[in-house]
């Protein structure tokens, strides 16, 4: 994978840690806290082990978390992934 996108967080959240019938994840959060979108540390806890098993990449504590934005989650996530040829 080259890159992660925001609708591949938005899958791993949907399988790791479900979607409230209210929210629209497909819309315009990538600035809204995982909090605000109803996301608790646990869930978001899923959601980082789940992106680190499917990438192979480790994630710090730090920008993953419940006070974290998608945006945020996903620039992150990037830094991180290997250069691809």
Known sequence: MATFTQA?????????AGEDEGLDLDGDIGEI???D?????VAM????????????VSLPEEG??????????????N???PASD
């Open 37 to 41: 979108l109803g996301y608790d540390s």
């Open 45 to 56: 806890v899923e959601v980082t082990l789940l992106v680190e098993r499917k990438l192979g």
């Open 64 to 77: 993953t978390g419940k006070d974290a934005t998608p945006k945020g989650f996903v620039d992150l996530v």
């Open 8 to 16: 591949d967080l938005v899958g791993c959240i949907r399988q790791a």
């Open 79 to 81: 830094e991180l992934l």
């Open 33 to 35: 806290t995982f909090a």
